[in-house]
């Protein structure tokens, strides 16, 4: 299913790819800005992680590293650990990442219940284990849409996977 052809007021599990595809300016931007622009004005009821702002936090501050200090990422990270005076120097990734939770989202935790669930998941589906966690969250909500731009995810028989097909 197209993102696009989400109906209006269902429940939509978010990706971490769909808001970056957009701050990134990638190719399916304009599929995730529409998207976006959905879930904004309510049309849709989105539900994401604490996993997923995790992974889009860690993904804005070290894009921004890398054209702070224009090297490649592993050096970027490295840098990220060991001058602690550059977190102060990013600005744009708090920035990006406080007008992210602006949007009407759903926000669920992660217990160790979840986590369980999720390993038994990313065995049983061959997922990594942030996918799976997703997937395992989605269960535990009844959520059977994903706005996701990962193919791996369609091996899930139980959810629908949204994205540009």
Known sequence: MRLSDIPAG??????????LASIFEEKRADLADEFLLRVEGRELVAVTSVVVLSEIFHRLL??????????????????????????????????????FLEFPLIVCPVDRGAF?????????????INDAT?????????????????????RVDFITCCGED
Not at 135 to 149: C, N, V
């Open 62 to 99: 070290l894009a921004e590293a890398c054209r702070l200090l224009r090297v490649p990422s592993h050096v970027a990270l490295r840098h990220l650990k060991q001058e602690l005076g550059l977190f102060r120097k990013l600005r744009e990734s708090w920035e990006l990442i406080n007008e």
């Open 10 to 19: 269902s429940t939509v599990f978010v990706d971490a790819n769909i808001p």
């Open 116 to 128: 369980v669930e999720a390993l038994v998941l990313a065995r049983q589906y061959q997922l990594l």
């Open 134 to 154: 997703h997937i395992a969250l989605m269960a535990r909500q009844g959520i059977q849409l994903l706005a996701t731009f990962d193919r791996d995810l369609q």
